[in-house]
């Protein structure tokens, strides 16, 4: 016959280890992550659009300045508030978050989000 002790603490163990991820990424979710601003940012006071929009558009608005600026060489972008940024990566996003480690990988690092641009563009010099 089974032995009814060993597969009772088997299946806690398994559905324990099952749980385990969930458990795990809660625990995780009760400190949202902290993006810092740089000196520079700091004295900007503003991002290139509300910081609301920023947050779930940015990525959005980084996928349109590529396809406008290689596709159709248009790279001025001009925001909600009238003012002209150059629609790029380096030199526009980089220059004010240039703490990549501190700003975007914060929140990447959080939801696990691992955007490849840096296989290419340059990420900022920081000073650890
Ligand atoms: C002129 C400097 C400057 C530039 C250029 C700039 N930012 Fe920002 N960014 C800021 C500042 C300052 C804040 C915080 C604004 C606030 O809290 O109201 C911010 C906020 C953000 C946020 C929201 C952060 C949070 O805590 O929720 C994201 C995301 C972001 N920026 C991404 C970008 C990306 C991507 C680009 C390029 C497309 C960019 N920024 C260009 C200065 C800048
Ligand atoms: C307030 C949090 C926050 C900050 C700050 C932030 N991001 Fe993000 N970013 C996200 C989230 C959330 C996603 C969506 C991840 C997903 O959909 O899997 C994302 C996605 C992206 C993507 C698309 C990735 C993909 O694989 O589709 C890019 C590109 C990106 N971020 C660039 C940046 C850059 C550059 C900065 C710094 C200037 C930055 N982000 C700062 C939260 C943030
Ligand atoms: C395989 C290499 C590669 C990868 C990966 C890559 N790029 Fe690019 N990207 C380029 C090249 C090459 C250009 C053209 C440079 C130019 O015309 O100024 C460019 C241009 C751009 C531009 C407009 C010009 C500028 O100075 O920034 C933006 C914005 C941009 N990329 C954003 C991104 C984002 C966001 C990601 C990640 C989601 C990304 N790229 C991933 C190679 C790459």
Sequence with gaps: MYDRGKILTLLIVGIGLLLFPVFYTAGKAAKA???ELSAKAKEAKECIEPAS???TQHMKILDAWR????RENDRLYRSSTGKTYD??????????HSNKSQFCDQCHNYVGANPFCWDCHL??????
């Design 33 to 35: 992550p902290v993006p």
């Design 53 to 55: 929009l920023m947050r």
């Design 67 to 70: 396809s406008e600026a290689v």
């Design 87 to 96: 629609k790029s990566l380096q030199n526009t996003c980089m220059s004010c």
């Design 123 to 128: 990420a900022p010099k920081e000073n650890q």
